[in-house]
């Protein structure tokens, strides 16, 4: 595994704000690089963030940990480097420090900027070009015949879903053109920003409709999750799907919260490796 550092002043190009990206962790790959794949972090995490893991096997989160729980710990890199998918790059960038509205204000690592989780509350579109911007910038380096994709938690999969949304529509929400083509993505207790006017953005237009009927996309949401309800992971699929993503694929799971398990990270390996032609 190793380390870089990477910051980006997006007032150039996607916004007036000048963001500080954090410290970016890279996975190599330990066989044949065929794919690049950048994991997003959740609000207040970062490239390195730490998950628990219980003694019962469940991956938890760090900040859902009960006092008593009986747990080693590792980071978010070293789970995707224990991952059985050899041929895969992974890139764990961390989120600009920014106030937070969910927070009353107060500063915390967030791909965007967000009030609260829900149909009726304002997207910050401003902060997420920002942030699909830097991680495309990572993807654009990427050599010719490597396949590209996205991936995240929470708040980092909501990021992951507005790129495929993005390339879909071949731009940024501020116009500027989306500059790679992506092959995944993958979201997990996520949702999807900018849902409202999603379908008629790519229903009317021909690019559109027909990029995002290529792009696979697998959500994944515990139908016990406190932080993002369970109703808006499947709402997102379902409005993702109308809007012409025919190759979506949502996963629940029974009785588990804003954490991710065994058997989810199972579906995303298999889902990735058949998705992404990789090798055995």
């Known amino acids: 595994m190793s380390r870089s550092s990477s910051s980006m002043s997006s007032g150039s190009r996607t916004n007036r704000r000048t963001l500080e990206f954090g410290r970016t962790y890279v996975v190599k790959p330990k066989g044949r690089h065929q794919a690049t794949i950048v994991w997003l972090h959740g609000l207040g995490d970062n490239g390195s963030s730490f998950v628990m893991i219980p003694t019962l096997g469940i991956l938890l989160s760090l900040d859902h940990c009960g006092p008593n729980t009986n747990i080693v710990s590792k980071c978010w890199s070293q789970v995707l480097e224990s991952l059985p998918l050899p041929n895969i790059k992974w890139i764990c960038p961390t989120a600009p420090t920014r106030p937070v509205a969910m927070l009353g204000g107060f500063p915390s690592t967030a791909w965007c900027d967000v009030g609260e989780i829900s149909e009726d509350s304002p997207d910050d579109f401003e902060g997420l070009d920002a942030s699909a911007a830097h991680i495309a910038n990572f993807l654009s380096t990427e050599p010719a015949a490597i396949k590209l994709g996205i991936g995240g938690f929470s708040m980092g999969a909501a990021t992951a879903l507005y790129s495929a949304t993005c390339f879909a529509q071949g731009k940024f ?69 109308s809007a012409g993503f025919r190759y979506l694929t949502f996963k629940s799971y029974n009785g588990i919260g804003h954490y991710t398990v065994p058997n989810e990270m199972d579906e995303v390996c298999h889902w990735l490796h058949a998705r992404l032609g990789l090798d055995a």
């Open 173 to 241: 929400g501020n116009g500027i053109p989306y500059p790679v083509n992506l092959r995944a993505i993958v979201g997990l207790s996520g949702w999807l920003p900018g849902s409202r006017t999603l379908r008629n953005k790519i229903e009317g237009s021909h690019d559109a409709a027909r990029r995002a009927a290529t792009l696979p996309i697998l959500i994944c949401h515990g139908n016990s999750d406190d932080v993002v309800e369970y109703n808006y992971g499947e709402k997102s699929a379902s409005i993702l799907s």
